[in-house]
């Protein structure tokens, strides 16, 4: 539009050159954003040079990796501070001729959008392998000629290749407008990069299961899953009913005191019924998202390592870290602090300390079940249980159940604890279900007349005085005999007790056998730990005089020698033969 010939200026709004004024700020602070990431790359390389320099010092083993990764280290600096040199001019303005032609040239590299992403990408090879490379600051003063070269060569062949890479793609990207080219070896590195990310993932998911394992290792040497599969495959379907769809159901649902004690004689089964119970807490689904966790562990006078405070409350640390891994952090911070440059596994903590970090652990959960088997079968009872008093009184929410063959009264005396005994009102139907299960499944017995059947339940019911192992040997002893005759004569002449049925096996082992049974049970009274079957056979081959032990006076397990033994059916013996 025009007045008199004149055209008309359109004046801008006060909202138009604010517009204006921002739109330039923003392409004047874009083009000082390379630049300034250029110098931190930079200053990147000569940190790492100096610390790579620091290894070259006192490492002599990997000397020819320690100088191609200084040379490709080099040759980055020196690309990038070309297009440093580029970006500068064209900030300022001031450059000739030559620099005008050159800076047209590589102009429309450095504005793409594949530039700024090798830039982060170049950043971020840089701090990865300077935090590989990086020792943490230790009061320990290791000498240069300990140093070790904490890179493996195929780490090293990698980051030369993508360090090599990285400088093309910047010399490109200073020389030429060849933006194909850019981009294809763009589009290489980025492919690399995600094979590296790939691998350090593998390798980050490797080193953490190593450390897991060691803190385990560190915190528990013994596990308690071995006993608890063990004691479930004894467990028969319907059987402990009474247990638990009543007080354990209670008790898992807050309707009793979070203290719960099950209490039996020896031989009755409460192992196999807390086994039944921990199965029935899983299947509820304690052990995820929802952050109640169930931790449980087995006691056994057979081995030392169960009885020890320390492995009993580790053990459950481990299984409420396992439950959610988050609480593994303050573990690994107490490994690594009584750790330090020592490659030697550190001292174990106390049981105070054990305890502390329990406690610590089940304050960060919304519940924790803790589920502990003969309590009173460790030297140190008492120190467990004063241990689980504190965790009650200190910890989150935490609810406690015990069995044992002793009372307990003692041990909670400011806090109710709901008491269960397994009586033989309570087992006889259990015991009847184990006996139908045994004539279904055991070859000796499931062929015999059902009129003997019936006569064996009925002698063994009024008589097991709730024991279920005094059954089981009673089922054997009579799976044993040879005819029904024999059988119905065993009947009439079965033992009253656990303990008057071991002494009739012994009474059957043959003379020529007794010396080895002798010895077998001194190896077996006296051992640390459980012994395999394996094991035993071994040890009772050793004699006072003997120089030479070979296969003419080893006897073998898999030839029928220890069944005299194994009528005994000591738990300390282990079914694993290796």
Same mark, same amino acid.
């Given at each position: ?80 501070? $070309? ?141 308690? $899953? ?330 073998? $397990? ?13 738990? $300390? ?6």
């Amino acid at each position: 539009m025009t007045v008199a010939g004149y055209p008309l200026i359109s004046i801008p709004t006060a909202a138009e050159l604010n517009k204006f004024s921002n739109a330039l700020s923003s392409s004047v602070a874009k083009k000082m954003e390379a630049p300034a990431a250029i110098i931190g790359l930079t200053a990147a390389i000569q940190q790492l040079l100096t610390t790579v320099y620091q290894f070259g010092q006192g490492v002599r083993e990997a000397k020819a990796e320690i100088n191609q990764l200084c040379s490709e280290l080099l040759a980055l600096k020196a690309a990038l501070d $070309h297009v440093q040199l580029n970006l500068n001019a064209g900030l300022t303005g001031s450059f000739g001729a030559a620099e005008d032609a050159q800076l047209i040239l590589s102009s429309s590299n450095f504005s793409t959008s594949e530039f700024k992403d090798m830039i982060s990408s170049t950043d971020e090879c840089l701090k990865g392998l300077l935090a590989r490379l990086d020792r943490k600051p230790s009061k320990f003063k290791i000498p240069l000629n300990r140093v070790t070269w904490p890179l493996i060569k195929s780490e090293v062949k990698q980051d030369i290749a993508r360090l090599d890479q990285l400088k093309s793609f910047f010399i490109l990207a200073t020389t030429s407008d060849n933006t194909v080219l850019c981009r294809e070896l763009y589009l290489k590195v980025c492919a690399m990069d995600r094979r590296l990310k790939d691998q350090e993932s593998v390798q980050e998911r490797k080193h953490t299961s190593e450390l897991r394992q060691a803190l385990k290792k560190w915190l528990a040497p013994c596990d308690p $899953h071995y006993l608890f599969e063990k004691s479930l495959g004894d467990f028969h379907e319907g059987t402990g009913e009474w247990f638990l769809d009543g007080i354990f159901s209670d008790w898992m649902d807050r309707r009793t005191e979070p203290v719960l004690w099950l209490r039996a004689k020896p031989g009755s089964g409460k192992t196999t019924l807390l086994s039944a119970a921990i199965k029935r807490a899983q299947d509820r689904d304690y052990q995820a998202p929802s952050l109640k966790c169930l931790a449980y562990f087995f006691c056994s006078f057979t081995d030392q390592d169960s009885q020890d405070p320390r492995n009993i409350l580790g053990s459950l640390l481990i299984q409420l870290c396992e439950a959610d891994p988050k609480l593994w952090k303050d573990v690994e911070d107490q490994y690594l602090k009584r750790k330090g440059p020592s490659p030697h596994e550190p001292k174990r903590m106390e049981v105070r300390e054990v305890e502390q970090l329990l406690t610590q652990s089940t304050r960060q959960l919304s519940e924790t079940l803790v589920i502990l088997d003969a309590a009173n079968e460790s030297k140190q009872s008492s120190k467990i249980l004063q241990s689980l008093v504190n965790l009650l009184q200190e910890g989150g929410s935490v609810r406690i159940m015990l069995s044992s063959t002793e009372g307990l009264d003692h041990v909670f005396p400011s806090r109710k604890a709901t008491l269960a005994t397994i009586e033989q009102a309570k087992t006889s139907q259990d015991i009847g279900k184990y006996m139908e299960a045994c004539f279904e499944d055991d070859h000796k017995l499931c062929d015999l007349p059902a009129a003997l059947k019936d006569d064996i339940k009925v002698t063994l019911q009024t008589r097991h005085d709730g024991v279920f192992r005094w059954v089981r040997c009673q089922l054997e002893a009579l799976g044993d005999q040879n005819t029904p005759q024999e059988i119905r004569l065993a009947l009439q002449n079965v033992p009253s007790s656990l303990e008057q049925t071991y002494s009739a096996i012994l009474t059957r082992v043959p003379r020529h056998h007794s010396e080895k049974v002798k010895q077998m049970l001194f190896w077996l009274s006296f051992a640390l730990k459980p012994m395999t079957l394996k094991e035993l056979c071994e040890a009772i081959l050793v004699a006072d005089d003997d120089i030479v032990i070979d296969n003419n006076v080893r006897c073998g $397990h898999d030839k029928g020698d220890l069944g005299p033994f194994f009528g005994l059916r000591i738990p $300390h013996v282990s079914g694993d033969q290796g």
